[in-house]
């Protein structure tokens, strides 16, 4: 008799998101919400929570077209606080369907991705730079890691993702480099006290690779859709 070999089991994800609504002025809106926990350090550029720190959850919150207030970092702190997300955390917003969402991972590397393509171009333009208030549209990267990075590789994870959009926008059809309004956040565990950091998150380091396939696989996904 041959003994039967059991199925692989899919990988515990790192990254669970979610899926919210909510009801705005009388407009149907959703969010994708991840309660990371404790024992997380992340860099991001969202409106609420940027910067490097520990954070315990992150909120992609969709909003209307016509969005006006000029307090995004309350409206998102409120929001997360609604949805039962407690102590520090990313708040990032976009018009786009966040429902539609790409989501990938890569030895052992995560990343969700969604992506409001209305308003793109290229990052080098001729247009005159202004001082504005975040709108929405957007594509907000998240990723995960399951292993401690120094300041220096968090930054560096920051360029790989972003250039791995780049790259799925192109290989999805879309001739521009993003919107004016991209934001990404990457976070990494907290270290035990014995625990090597990990000083690189370049393309071509093990967990930048991983990075980088991760949302390239994203981001096309959440393109497509």
Not at 45 to 51: D, I, K, Q, R, Y
Not at 99 to 116: F, S
Not at 141 to 152: E, G, M, Q, R
Request: aromatic share 4%; charged share 15%.
């Amino acid at each position: 008799m041959t003994a039967s070999v059991p199925p692989l089991r899919p990988p515990i994800s790192l990254l669970p998101v979610q899926q919210l609504t909510r009801l705005e002025d009388g407009e149907r809106l959703h969010s994708l919400l991840w309660q990371a926990g404790n024992g997380w350090r992340m860099i991001s550029s969202a409106v609420l929570g940027g910067g490097i720190g520990v954070r315990s959850w992150v909120l992609n919150a969709q909003v209307s077209h016509g969005y006006q207030r000029t307090d995004p970092h309350r409206h998102l702190a409120e929001l997360a606080r609604e949805a039962g997300a407690h102590g520090p955390g990313v708040g990032l917003m976009t018009a786009a369907d966040v429902r539609a969402y790409g989501h990938a991972h890569d030895g052992g590397a995560e990343a969700v991705a969604t992506a409001g393509l209305g308003v793109r171009g290229w990052a080098a333009s001729p247009r005159q730079g202004a001082a504005l208030a975040p709108t929405p549209g957007t594509i907000n990267i998240v990723v995960a890691l399951p292993v401690p990075l120094t300041d220096a590789a968090l930054v560096n994870a920051v360029a790989t993702a972003t250039e791995a959009k780049v790259q799925a926008l192109l290989d999805a059809g879309f001739d521009c480099s993003g919107t004016p309004t991209d934001a990404v956040c990457v976070a990494a565990r907290i270290p035990d006290s014995d625990e090597e950091l990990h000083a690189f998150a370049g393309p071509r380091s093990l967990w930048g690779a991983r990075v980088a396939r991760a949302v390239h696989h994203a981001v096309g996904a959440a393109a497509r859709l």
